[in-house]
């Protein structure tokens, strides 16, 4: 099998790296904080774990195997989750600065 090339190594460098970057986010934020949630931590949460979710299945669905050779509807998916979990994750953010 060869080295994959173009989108796939380009798509899970930058789920890595979002993905880490929500990592800190979420040390920074608090999330061993001993004090008592509120709505707006439990959304900031939600929309964390939900792009956390997304970024990390992006790599699988980007290097799985397709029947075709030239079908790229896996590398499609892997886009869509991309930027699903890259909102969520900002959103996430923008909830926490914002409440």
């Known amino acids: ?13 930058a789920s890595a790296t979002i993905f880490s970057i929500g990592i800190v986010f979420l040390g920074y934020w608090g999330l061993y904080d001993q ?11 939600v929309f964390a774990m939900i792009g956390f979710g997304c970024l990390g299945l992006v790599p699988w669905m980007a290097t799985s195997p397709v029947e075709p050779d030239n079908n790229d509807s896996r590398i499609r998916i ?22």
């Open 1 to 13: 099998m060869p080295s994959p090339t173009g989108s796939v190594p380009a798509l899970s460098a």
């Open 35 to 45: 004090s008592k949630w509120h709505v707006s931590d439990v959304f900031v949460f």
């Open 78 to 99: 892997a886009r869509h989750m991309f930027l699903v979990g890259v909102l969520s994750i900002w959103l996430g953010v923008a909830i926490s600065v914002i409440f």
